[in-house]
């Protein structure tokens, strides 16, 4: 049933965010990411994920992939989002796993057209990386 749920849960926000679901190889790891509005969760799933569905906050959702074998592998994230102005912000990740499934959630609260740059730490022993993107969030 949680694999249904976490398919739910990224193939809603594949599907409706203007932003589909990104890759980026960081080592010996492929690493997954999206950022989208969190209304695009069902009532449901933001309260199993303890996710709130206001029109101005965004998830973050990243895993974390051994790219030779393609198997989850559970890492330690911590980052900030920089709007333009130069004001920054902790993201916060809780782990979530399902079965041979980990990602890790974040939210951020975010105005209309507003323009965050991500820098998220990944590390897992003596590897760490940067993941670094952008993205712009827009209030529906």
Do not use: C
Not at 116 to 132: C, H, M, P, R, Y
Request: hydrophobic share 45%.
């Amino acid at each position: 049933m949680k694999h249904i749920i976490t398919a739910l849960l990224l193939g809603l926000a594949i599907s409706f965010s203007a932003v589909a679901e990104q890759k980026k190889q960081l080592g010996n790891w492929d690493v997954h990411y999206i950022a989208f509005p969190a209304p695009l969760l069902t009532p449901e799933i933001a309260l199993q994920y303890q996710l709130q569905r206001s029109k101005y906050n965004a998830v973050i959702n990243i895993s974390v992939l051994d790219k030779n074998s393609q198997q989850a592998q559970k890492v330690v994230l911590s980052g900030t989002a920089k709007d333009l102005q130069g004001r920054q912000r902790k993201l916060e990740f809780t782990e979530v796993v399902e079965g041979n499934a980990v990602y890790y959630l974040a939210q951020l609260p975010f105005y209309n057209e507003q323009r965050f740059s991500f820098a998220i730490t990944v590390a897992s022993g003596n590897e760490s990386q940067l993941l670094q993107f952008d993205q712009t969030f827009y209030v529906d």
